[in-house]
């Protein structure tokens, strides 16, 4: 089999096709979610072998909040249940969880549970994990700028490594590969600053079913592939890492 040269320090993934897997099977939308919340784990632990940096995933946007009410409260249960289990297996692994998103109408219980999950492991050196909760891309960016009106900070002052440190992710590297599943071909208000030099990976392939076979699909794909990162001139793929 091909060898990966070039493993990207920082994998994001929208994780698209849970209701749709579930619908295939006859099963409730809210038994997607679960099956799609149980591929996780293999993801990252294959990403954590390879060798990447941070991983985020993008659980629930600003715009889902529009779904039916009993989808968003049975997701927002789930995710609680989640948290509390998960966040220990990561800590006992060395990673770090990072909440990427605003809690502003989020219950009291999740938010606990959120800030105690990224208290917990804040101090861990190994891969991040970024969970990309009530998380929306233009958010974000407006917030970035409310803080620095805020902070009075003079405009000769700002560039991108400000901008950069106001954000959710700041002290991440920017994306290299943006993994989405399902079919859907397009970003969906996802890291819209993070990922502007990113590598697209789209798939049919539905979440609950991507495993780590399809993944290490996506990165020989994104080894293959040339970043020019606006030059003419030809830069290696990402860091130089080799798996």
Excluded at 22 to 46: D, F, M, T, W, Y
Excluded at 89 to 106: C, M
Aim: net charge neutral.
């Amino acid at each position: 089999m091909e060898r990966i040269i070039g493993i990207p320090r920082h994998v994001a993934f929208i994780m698209d096709g849970n209701g749709r897997w579930a619908e295939q099977r006859g099963l409730p939308r809210l038994q997607g979610h679960k099956a799609g919340v149980n591929n996780i784990r293999s993801i990252i632990k294959c990403l954590n072998k390879h060798g990447t940096e941070c991983v985020t995933l993008y659980t629930f946007s600003t715009e889902n909040w529009n779904r039916p009410e009993d989808e968003v409260d049975g997701l927002f249960h789930m995710l609680k249940v989640v948290i509390v289990k998960e966040a220990r297996e990561l800590h006992k692994n060395g990673a770090r969880i990072l909440h990427i998103g605003s809690l502003d109408g989020v219950s009291p219980d999740l938010q606990k549970s959120i800030n105690k999950a990224v208290k917990l492991t804040e101090n861990n050196t190994g891969i991040t994990v970024g969970v990309a909760f009530n998380y929306g891309g233009r958010a974000e960016i407006l917030e970035a700028v409310r803080s620095l009106i805020t902070s009075r900070v003079p405009t000769r002052d700002i560039d991108e490594k400000l901008f950069g440190d106001c954000l959710y992710t700041a002290g991440s590297p920017d994306v290299d590969l943006v993994i989405r599943t399902g079919g859907e071909i397009r970003t969906s208000n996802f890291l819209i600053w993070q990922a502007a030099y990113s590598e697209y990976y789209f798939t049919p392939v539905l979440w609950p079913d991507f495993n780590e076979e399809e993944l290490e699909k996506a990165l020989l794909t994104y080894s293959r592939r040339q970043r020019r990162f606006g030059g003419l001139q030809s830069k290696a793929a990402c860091s130089g890492k080799e798996s």
